[in-house]
């Protein structure tokens, strides 16, 4: 029973002492700083945020069907849910979590997103 003690004892050392955690930015620091605030467009910004992450189910051809009939595709219909959009997307209040069954969306694009609605949602 002895002779097990040991190797039990540097089996659990070695299990414990490999496992750490680091975040996504202590790993990856140039790639969580390379967020450009600097030129926030609708016509750019905001339609890469909105194919990357929303088109699947908000587009014009797949809302009906997967999107809750709310459409995503162009200025007048992000304009028009902006009030549902950004606390859905921030994942906050009672509107359902968007995207849905996904991850949030990273950082970048939330800041990206609420900075255009800051600026007044222009369409540019």
């Not at 908000?58 to 069907?65: C, D, F, I, L, P």
């Not at 549902?84 to 994942?91: G, H, K, L, T, W």
Request: contains cysteine; hydrophobic residues 35%.
């Amino acid at each position: 029973m002895k002779r097990y003690i040991l190797p039990a004892i540097f089996v659990l050392f070695a299990f414990f002492a490999a496992c750490y955690y680091d975040s996504e930015e202590a790993l990856y620091p140039s790639y969580s700083n390379n967020c450009d605030t600097s030129s926030v467009k609708f016509s750019t910004s905001i339609t890469t945020i909105l194919s990357n992450n929303c088109w699947s189910c908000h587009s014009n051809s797949t809302a009906a069907s997967f999107g809750s009939n709310i459409k995503l595709q162009d200025y007048a219909d992000v304009k028009a849910q902006i009030g549902s959009i950004i606390p859905a997307i921030n994942q906050t209040g009672a509107i359902s979590p968007m995207p849905k069954g996904g991850s949030k969306l990273s950082s970048c694009s939330l800041t990206l997103f609420n900075i255009w609605v800051r600026n007044g949602t222009p369409n540019n």
